[in-house]
Every structure is written in C-alpha cells, then in structure tokens.
Antibody, heavy 122, light 113 residues
Framework: EVQLVESGGNLVQPGRSLRLSCAVSGFTFDDFAMHWVRQAPGKGLEWVSGISWNSGIMNYADSVRGRFTISRDNAKNSLSLQMNSLRADDTAFYYC???????????????WGQGTLVTVSS | QSVLTQPPSVSGAPGQRVTISCTGSSSNIGAGSDVHWYQQLPGTVPKLLIYGNNNRPSGVPDRFSGSKSGTSASLAITGLQAEDEADYYCQSYDSSLSGSGVVFGGGTKLTVL
C-alpha cells in the first residue's frame, strides 16, 4: 500500500524557516519524481516544487524560487522541503505527491499524502 | 487568476449528467499538453481521477470521462451520485511560464441537488 506521510507543519512567524518532511513507503521510491503541492485553507491547488528520481532536476514555482529548497534521500525513502523567509501567503496545507514518472517535467500526481499545515503569522 | 479557467460551481440532480470545463490557451491545452483531473471530496486530499485527457486510473468508475478539444478540456460525470459532491481540479503544462509550467485550474465545486 502506497503511503506518504508528511510532517513538520507548524505555526511560524514571518521571515522564519521551517522544514517539511515526507516519509514514503509502498513503492520503489527512487524510481519516481516527487512533488510538493500546497492548498491555502478554502482555496485551490498550487504546485510548489518537484524533484527527479536522482535529484538531478529540481524545479520551483516562481512564488517560492529562491526561498524554498526541495531535496530527497533515496536511502531513507524521504522527501523534504526547506522553507526560508516565510511569508503570510505561504500559509497552506502542504501535500507530498508521487509522480508517475522519474522526471518532474510533465507531472501526473498519482498519489497524495494527507498534508501538513503551515501557518505563517505573527 | 489561474491560467486554466474552470467554472466556480456546477450542480445537478442525482442520475443526471454534468460537465466541468477547463479552458486554457495556445500555450497549454491548445499546444497539445495533456490534461489531468483530480477529485477532492470534502475534508479529504485530492485524488487522481483522469489522466492523459481521457484515461481512468484503476478503481475510478466509468461514469467519469475526460475529453479535450482545441484549447479546452472537459470532465463529464454521468449517473450523478450524492458521493460525487466534491471539488474538481484540472491540471496541465504551460510552456509560456517560467519554472516548470505546472498549472492547475481554480477548481469547480460540484453540488448534487
């Protein structure tokens, strides 16, 4: 059974940092690209970042480029998102999502985790 | 404002057929980019419903179907059921955007009357 379990969400002040993690099981992690997708409470979906199976390709939405860094540890079946210089408009549920391919270029989000809530507020 | 435009809401009675449109442009759907659809039931996470314009993952009922023409795509639901009440999102790729070009529609809330 595929499982994606996010953690690390919290209430944080503007300008501070937070690191999200996603523990993966149930499939061969290092065969697939992975992504982070976020959803502000009551709002729509926004793709945040994606990483290829071997970390050779990492891409970001314009809204987070330069502030967020995606990474993965294939030995630990783990995906991470380091978020720096957080802003109020980063407040959202952050979902870890599995792609159907090894490269994150034309993603299909075939499976989603339960999400972790990040609240940026003073 | 989303690159892909969806109606904010649609509704239908049980047993009816409803369609949800996803309107793009020549830099995304019109350029041949595939469209995928996700269903988000109330209080749950999104689930892949249709991929590659008109393909259903295993377990998705054949009441759900997708199509694409020109710069638009559509999700059709036949034999509407109360359990179909959810938010629906389209997703595609836009070559004019910086970064990866991954785009979602704004979402459509389906109400079963």
């Amino acid at each position: 059974e595929v499982q994606l379990v996010e953690s690390g969400g919290n209430l944080v002040q503007p300008g501070r940092s937070l690191r999200l993690s996603c523990a993966v099981s149930g499939f061969t992690f290092d065969d697939f690209a992975m992504h982070w997708v976020r959803q502000a409470p009551g709002k729509g979906l926004e793709w945040v970042s994606g990483i290829s199976w071997n970390s050779g390709i990492m891409n970001y939405a314009d809204s987070v480029r330069g502030r967020f860094t995606i990474s993965r540890d294939n030995a630990k079946n783990s995906l991470s998102l380091q978020m720096n210089s957080l802003r109020a408009d980063d407040t959202a549920f952050y979902y870890c999502a599995k792609d159907n391919a090894g490269e994150p270029l034309l993603p299909i989000f075939v499976f989603w985790g339960q999400g972790t809530l990040v609240t940026v507020s003073s | 404002q989303s690159v892909l435009t969806q109606p904010p809401s649609v509704s239908g009675a049980p047993g009816q057929r409803v369609t949800i449109s996803c309107t793009g442009s020549s830099s995304n759907i019109g350029a041949g980019s595939d469209v995928h659809w996700y269903q988000q039931l109330p209080g749950t996470v999104p689930k892949l419903l249709i991929y590659g314009n008109n393909n259903r993952p295993s377990g998705v009922p054949d009441r759900f179907s997708g199509s694409k023409s020109g710069t638009s795509a559509s999700l059709a639901i036949t034999g509407l059921q109360a359990e179909d009440e959810a938010d629906y999102y389209c997703q595609s790729y836009d070559s004019s955007l910086s970064g990866s070009g991954v785009v979602f529609g704004g979402g459509t809330k389906l109400t079963v009357l």
